[in-house]
């Protein structure tokens, strides 16, 4: 091990020669660095592709009627937007990019248990991707259910609804099996003398989020199953007239999708429990609350998944009785909140690039959270059901929440990654513009919901339009800051100044090793015998 600055001779990952040279050392790698680099640039890649989709949106709403699409256009293209930043960006995101590249080398492995279906993973996930964007271009036309695809009408539409739920499936395999992949490495692989109450936190986040990707996924694949066997033999799964129920569709795809949106929001904070207690110089407070949290929230988030339905026909008792679960499941994310406030409180606190995304991930998260109590009870949830107010509401949580956390991570450990430096004033503007558009793009879309502006809708009235071209003008700074932030990052990547092994002064195992980690992590493999957070 070394501090940092002396030179060391090792060969890291990103030298290191195997079997294939060029592109193919890294499309047939199994080392789970490079995996998670490939995860990182194929999510960016569609990442942005999901955004310029958005914008298209936003332009299409900067005033009523017809502006630059037709509606049939707009159909397809909010489902795309969708079903790319869901089941493409964010689902895998954390998870298969810092989850991969930094869970072993926490926990003191040399690598994940399983490296060949790591990267096995990786190919279906490509796989399902291509299938995705391909249902696009099929003569049938995009798919325009939503990327939720309720039945009945995905049912009956003429559109490329087969192509675009078989990618959703695929897609669902290689979540099942990277989540199978992290519960064995953790089970399996902890260096010796690491038990499970001294792993660090990002490791027992990735540990819930696994387990709810064994078990939530394959309903979802079940689901998306049977509505291709609807549409191809008409079963009568879905259909009243052949005695089908097109309410049981929609329990079957929220048993998942409400599980799922802890697949995104539980890694996220993970790494922002990492990322505070670094910048405040200070344990963090509440170990293993935080650790149980994490368990609470993916067990309670099997159950909730009837909020979605206040409105679709449930008996009252089903009503209260998934708003009161509801509201139990805020507690554990409220206890997360105050334990990073409470790490916060008295530290020293050092303002770098991934703090300040860490930050703004406590606000946007808390806005995004409040507004989700709105939505989870019953009374006000009518008022704003698919209205813009519930739009505001996830971009608020699943960007606000997930999106800035994959950029305070980035932030975070870019420089353990490349063992690069980036230019920090130039990381803050773009954090500030970011932060500024996202807020000016969604807050305006809370009070236009209340006030009655429908979601998924093409036209609207002229009373809405102020509050569009704000969100409009929003989108707009929000894509110019995100663009100035890549760019920064890549320019970090190619000529920026090489990173110490332990920039930010962190006490967790990856700080240990130098910057690019060698290929194995470890030249000896650790023996842990302190908590997780004292390498100093
Ligand atoms: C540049 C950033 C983004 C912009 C400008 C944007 C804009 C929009 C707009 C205008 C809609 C349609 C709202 C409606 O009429 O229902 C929408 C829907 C949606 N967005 Fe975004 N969005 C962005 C980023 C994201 C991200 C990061 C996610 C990640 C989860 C996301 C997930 C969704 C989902 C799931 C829908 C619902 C689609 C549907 O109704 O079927 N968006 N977005
Ligand atoms: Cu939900």
């Known amino acids: 091990m070394n501090n940092g600055t002396a030179k060391v001779e090792y060969v890291s990952y990103l030298q290191h020669k195997g079997k294939f040279k060029g592109l193919f050392s890294w499309i047939f790698a199994t080392d789970h660095k490079r995996i998670a680099l490939l995860y990182l640039y194929a999510i960016a890649t569609f990442f942005f592709i999901g955004a310029i989709l958005g914008l298209m949106m936003r332009f299409e709403l900067i005033a009523p009627g017809e502006t630059i699409m037709k509606p049939q256009t707009y159909n397809g293209v909010f489902t795309v937007h969708g079903i790319i930043m869901i089941f493409m960006v964010v689902i895998p995101g954390l998870s298969a990019v810092f989850g991969n590249f930094f869970l072993p080398i926490l926990i003191g492995a040399k690598d994940v248990a399983f490296p060949k279906l790591n990267l096995f993973s990786w190919w279906i996930f490509i796989f399902g991707s291509i299938l995705a964007v391909a249902s696009q271009f099929l003569r049938t036309g995009p798919p325009d259910t939503g990327w939720t695809f309720y039945a009945p009408y995905s049912t009956s539409t003429g559109t490329s609804v087969i192509m675009a739920t078989t990618a959703a499936f695929v897609l669902g395999f290689s979540s099942i099996l990277t989540g199978l992949n992290f519960i064995v490495t953790i089970h399996r692989m902890r260096a010796p003398g690491m038990k499970f ?113 206040y ?111 980036y230019n920090f004033r130039r990381a803050t503007i773009a954090w500030a513009i970011i932060f500024v558009g996202f807020n000016l793009l969604y807050f305006p879309q809370f009070i236009i919901g209340i006030q009655g502006m429908p979601r998924r809708y093409f036209d609207y009235l002229p ?56 290929v194995e992590n470890f030249d000896e493999a650790p023996v842990i015998k302190q908590n997780p957070y004292d390498y100093k």
């Open 311 to 421: 409105t679709s026909g449930m008996s009252e008792n089903a009503r209260w009785f998934f708003s009161l679960l509801t509201f139990i499941v805020a507690v554990p994310s409220a206890i997360k909140v105050f334990n990073w406030l409470a790490t916060m409180y008295k530290g020293s606190i050092d303002i770098k690039p991934p703090f300040l995304f860490a930050l703004s991930f406590i606000f946007l998260f808390l806005i995004g959270g409040l507004t989700g109590l709105l939505l989870g009870s019953v009374a006000t949830n009518i008022q704003v059901h698919d209205t813009s107010f519930v739009v505001a509401h996830f971009h608020y949580i699943i960007f606000g929440g997930m999106g800035f956390a994959f950029f305070a991570a980035i932030h975070y450990w870019l420089p353990k990654m490349y063992g690069k430096m």
């Open 197 to 309: 109450f001294s792993m660090p936190l990002f490791p027992w986040s990735i540990y819930a989020t696994a387990w709810i990707q064994l078990l939530a996924t394959p309903i979802v694949g079940i689901t998306l199953l049977m509505l291709i066997a609807e549409r191809l033999f008409g079963i009568g799964f879905f259909n009243p007239e052949l005695g089908g129920d097109p309410v049981l569709f929609q329990h079957l795809f929220w048993i998942y999708s409400h599980p799922a949106v802890y697949i995104m929001i539980l890694p996220a904070m993970g790494v922002i429990t990492e990322i505070i207690p670094t910048f405040c110089q200070r344990k963090v407070y509440g170990y293993k609350a935080i650790a149980f949290s994490s368990i609470a929230i993916a067990g309670v988030g099997f159950l909730v998944w009837g909020h979605h339905m």
């Open 463 to 518: 009373q809405f339009q102020p509050a569009q071209v704000i969100s409009t003008i929003g989108g707009i700074i929000l894509i110019s800051g995100f663009i100035l932030m890549v760019y920064n990052l890549v320019m970090g990547v190619r000529k920026g100044a090489p990173a110490p092994a332990n920039p930010w002064g962190g006490s967790t195992l990856e700080w240990q090793i130098p910057s690019p980690p060698p």
